[in-house]
């Protein structure tokens, strides 16, 4: 367990006899600084130039995503991280518990010794100890919390300069690109010790620890076992490619968190100082306070809107958790319950688009489709899971009896709820098609002033909004721990703050209708959340009669100045993290260790696709003991993803990269969960005053439903939306959500009543023929059936043109080595087979009984499905005409009947009370 763990599990029995059981908000703040924003606290002159450095970052970062801010990419990472390892340095103090002393005494020691070892210029290994020794001194010296001694100040410095050097000596470098001199090594040895020891210090020793593996691994390949061997790589070229170059550490992860996560985190940062994240908990409350568990089902809906605006899960925890945790113990769930729902819900706000969280961004770059498809393809499975988990609260609920809080009034009729929930749908529905068509219309009749017109009509919407809130209550977040007498009503609740949409809308719109890039859309929101910030406090103010203009404007000056500030602290550890995963990447790339651990995979799957897929989710949950979501993702996604691809293929599973990069990012975000080093599991028990292991079991437990996600889209892509339209689109959301529903119930034991072990394994079978009717469709009705490699021709004479048939072909790969794989060959346009195949840009010889490719035309279906010639087709499988998988879907129906009838009459005799949601 880390040091950070081991304090917050010390904060948590600290708590147990407070008033509260939990931590009071200045150590819930320190909480939440120790692990994302830093957690030395000076003050005076060396505070004020922290906060204008941590300004700087922010203002370079708008500038650079503006229109005007023309910058080459690679200087911009530098400077990128030049700010985040001075900030790393400087706001997080070194630690002095025995193994993190050790680990940043050992660490150097040992990489400054390969270094030598591999260095092949002796007059580049006199100077290698210095570096360490210098990073060793720092480490034994340690520092305190309140202020910064002088050997931090020259760490810090130092390396800033490292990471500058590239910004720096730019056109030098570019003129010697391969070819490092005793300056290079300098900066690159020293930056990578600079940085692993920043990395320990941000993130804990996780990530510094598994990226000085691979530099191990680098240096001592001659020394591997000969399945992961490798010729091993000299210090001129490990400097050369981590540090000079943009392969390793200034690579495509740091340069995603340059241009779009910043920009993201930031927008997120000032739309919470701006009071947004008050405002999405209070009309949570409003609207869910009264159900079943209502704190628990608010704290779900709270954190599924604050994770449009935060990335950061144990952010999310504390943010949110500090008002519901104390509601959900007051209506009957226990400490560990009452924060492991808290902690669910918040780490799920990492894939609720748009925003979600720092990986998202990542797949932009790494799979090459648009951030638009991004959101596309990840929005289904979020939002069901959110709905899977306000159900599990409810199931919770009704186990225990529980009732929801009072309200201060009385509601109104179902049927006239539900006629005005329509009417609201109706109305927005109409609004968005008019500001839709009526943009579509402003862009090409005023191609030049378009921009301001926008900006004129969406000032007047604001002030127009700013006005009605005005006539409302200014939202307070009252004390949970005091005594809950009524809920706010959902209404005037509603109209205090619906300003903070407008900001959400432009990103959105931006994002996926003018199809702006990620930078760019988030660039113009924070624009616009500046411009909100500015002027929210005057406008308020005087609307209400109360306007001191001077002081108004000066505070919301300090707001921005505040959200700026903290945006950039946020972005530290992601800053890092990115720098320290490039490592790691640059590593796989250096090594050529990808297509090495595929053949280790693969033996110990068997080849079985699905045994890949739960060697790589064990991979993730391993990793994600330790390691923040984003630098999991970089980790897992550069090892396994091409391997679950390429494994797919061979044994006739097509995965879209999109779902694979979906399926570790799932797996990524239970980083913050699992225990015993689930970070999000601590903040959770430090604020509800129970057993942080108990509370990381119980969210693992109530996270399997996110953990279910990425294996059943794996083999169902058309959760992703993929190769849908709107109609089926909706079909899929309806039956994916009752299939989630029903295994929420079946692993939470509950669904009418309590559940017979028999009815569990019933709700089970019937969620997963929801899910994926085609399983049991293909074994009663095979959808191919198999001809002779040698009737080929005559198959696809047979086969319908844009059809595709099934090939299983063997030949070699890039070097040399046999492989089987299956290829979609769709099947183009043609009289008879031979044209067909041809149109496909495909033609065969036959040698005998085999049937061989004899050509493949160039940019043709066939290339593009991975065919070449000299491969042997070995396997051809036809379609034929297959029924509907969702016939499948009546016995499953039918046994939910059964069920729901066995149930009932056990509910019926149920003493508990009725639900009220």
């Known amino acids: 367990m880390s040091e950070k763990d081991q304090q917050q599990a010390a904060a948590v029995e600290t708590a147990a006899t407070g008033d509260r059981g939990g931590l009071s908000q200045a150590e819930l703040d320190e909480l939440v600084a120790s692990s994302d924003t830093g957690g030395r606290a000076v003050s005076g002159l060396m505070g004020t130039l922290l906060l204008l450095v941590a300004l700087a970052w922010s203002l370079f970062q708008l500038y650079i995503a503006s229109p005007i801010g023309l910058f080459n990419d690679t200087l911009a990472r530098?400077?990128?991280l030049g700010f985040a390892v001075f900030l790393g340095i400087m706001v997080f103090p070194a630690t002095r518990t025995s193994f993190q002393v050790a680990l940043g005494v050992i660490v150097p020691a040992v990489l400054a010794a390969l270094f030598m070892v591999s260095t092949k210029d002796s007059t580049a290994v006199w100077w290698i100890p210095i570096p360490a020794a210098f990073v060793i001194a720092t480490v034994l010296l340690g520092s305190?919390?309140?202020?910064i001694p002088i050997w931090e100040w020259a760490l810090a410095i130092v390396g800033t300069f490292c990471a500058l050097y590239l910004f720096i000596f730019y056109r030098e470098i570019a003129n010697r690109v391969g070819a490092p001199i005793l300056p290079d090594y300098i900066a690159g040895v020293t930056g990578l010790l600079i940085l692993l020891e920043a990395t320990r210090r941000a993130l804990g020793p996780a990530l510094m620890i598994v990226a000085s593996l691979f530099l191990f691994y680098t240096v001592l390949g001659p020394q591997m076992p000969s399945i992961i061997a490798h010729k091993g790589n000299s210090l001129s070229e490990i400097v050369n490619h981590?540090?000079?170059?943009?392969?390793?550490?200034?690579g495509i992860a740091l340069g995603v968190s340059t241009s779009f996560v910043f920009l993201f985190v930031l927008f997120g940062s000032l739309l919470d100082r701006a009071g947004a994240g008050n405002y999405f908990i209070q009309v949570a409350f409003s609207l869910m306070g009264h159900m079943r568990g209502g704190p628990a089902k608010a704290a779900v809906v709270a954190s599924a809107m604050t994770g449009l605006i935060s990335g950061s899960s144990i952010a999310n925890v504390v943010t949110t958790g500090t008002f519901t945790?104390?509601?959900?113990?007051?209506?009957?769930?226990?400490s560990e319950k009452a924060g492991a729902v808290e902690v669910a819900s918040s780490v799920n706000g990492q894939i609720m688009p748009p925003v979600m969280g720092a990986a998202a961004f990542l797949m932009v770059e790494y799979v090459g489709i648009p951030y638009f498809d991004v959101v596309k393809h990840a929005f289904?499975?979020?939002?069901?899971?959110?709905?899977?988990?306000?159900?599990?609260?409810?199931?919770?609920?009704m186990k225990a009896g529980m009732q929801g809080l009072p309200r201060a009034y009385t509601p109104k009729p179902l049927v006239q709820q539900l006629i005005g929930i329509a009417f609201a749908i109706i109305a927005i529905c109409a609004l968005s098609f008019a500001v839709y068509y009526l943009m579509g219309w402003i862009r090409p009749a005023f191609p030049e002033t378009a921009g301001y017109i926008i900006f004129v009509f969406l000032t007047a919407v604001y002030v127009g909004l700013l006005y009605v809130a005005s006539k409302e209550e200014p939202l307070k977040l009252d004390d949970p721990n005091a005594e809950v007498t009524s809920l706010p009503m959902p209404g005037p609740t509603a109209r205090s703050g619906l300003h903070f949409i407008l900001p959400v809308v432009v990103l959105v719109w931006a994002l996926m209708v003018d199809r702006l890039s990620p930078g760019l859309s988030a660039f113009w929101a924070a624009a616009y959340m500046i411009f909100i910030l500015l002027t929210q406090r005057p406008l308020m103010a005087m609307f209400r009669g109360e306007s001191q203009f001077v002081n108004d404007v000066k505070a919301g000056?300090?707001?921005?100045?505040?959200?700026l500030v903290t945006g950039a602290r946020n972005m530290i550890g992601i800053g890092i993290a990115t720098a320290t995963a490039g490592i790691i990447v640059g590593a796989v790339s250096q090594t050529g260790v990808g297509s090495a651990l595929a053949d280790v995979v693969e033996v110990l799957s068997g080849g079985n696709i699905l045994a890949i897929l739960f060697l790589t989710a064990v991979l993730s949950l391993i990793l994600g003991m330790g390691l923040p979501t984003t630098a999991n993702y970089i980790v897992v996604s550069a090892l396994l993803a091409p391997v679950i691809v390429t494994l797919g293929q061979q044994n006739g599973l097509i995965v879209p990269l999109i779902a694979v990069h979906l399926f570790v990012f799932y797996f990524g975000i239970m980083a913050d969960v699992t225990p015993p080093v689930g970070l999000a599991s601590f903040a959770a028990a430090a604020v509800s005053g129970g057993d942080p292991i108990r509370t990381g079991l119980v969210a693992f437990f109530y996270s399997l439903r996110t953990a279910a996600l990425p294996?059943?889209?794996?083999?169902?892509?058309e959760l992703l939306l993929i190769g849908v339209n709107w109609g089926q689109g909706l079909f899929i959301f309806v039956v994916a959500t009752v299939a989630m529903l029903l295994f929420a119930a079946a692993t939470q034991g509950w669904f009418l009543a309590r559940n017979r072990f028999y009815e569990t394994i019933a709700l089970l079978l019937i969620a997963f023929t929801l899910f994926r009717p085609g399983f049991w469709m293909d074994m009663v009705y095979p959808p191919y059936s198999e001809e002779a490699p040698t009737e080929i021709v005559q198959a696809a004479e047979e086969t319908p043109a844009g059809e595709r048939l099934r090939l299983r072909v063997s030949g070699v790969n890039d070097l040399g080595d046999p492989l089987e794989f299956v290829a979609l060959l769709p099947i183009g346009a043609g009289e008879t087979g031979a044209e067909k195949l041809e149109a496909s840009g495909l033609m065969f010889r036959e040698e005998g009984d085999k049937m061989i490719i004899d050509d493949v035309i160039y940019d043709s279906p066939a290339q593009s499905a991975g065919l070449d010639w000299d491969q042997e087709v070995l396997r051809v499988l036809k379609p034929v005409p297959q029924p509907s998988k969702y016939w499948m879907f009546i016995p499953a129906l039918l046994l939910l009947a059964l069920v729901v009838f066995l149930q009932r009459g056990r509910a019926a005799r149920e003493t508990r009370k009725p639900a009220t949601a």
């Not at 540090?243 to 550490?249: L, S």
């Not at 289904?380 to 609920?397: D, F, G, K």
Request: glycine share 6%; no cysteine; aromatic share 14%.
């Open 711 to 717: 294996f059943l889209f794996i083999f169902n892509t």
């Open 144 to 147: 305190p919390k309140n202020r």
């Open 325 to 334: 945790i104390p509601l959900m113990k007051k209506v009957g769930f226990s």
């Open 242 to 250: 981590q540090w000079i170059t943009t392969e390793g550490v200034f």
């Open 380 to 397: 289904l499975p979020a939002v069901i899971s959110y709905i899977a988990l306000v159900y599990i609260v409810h199931l919770e609920a």
């Open 557 to 563: 000056v300090l707001d921005l100045i505040d959200g």
């Open 78 to 80: 530098s400077i990128h």
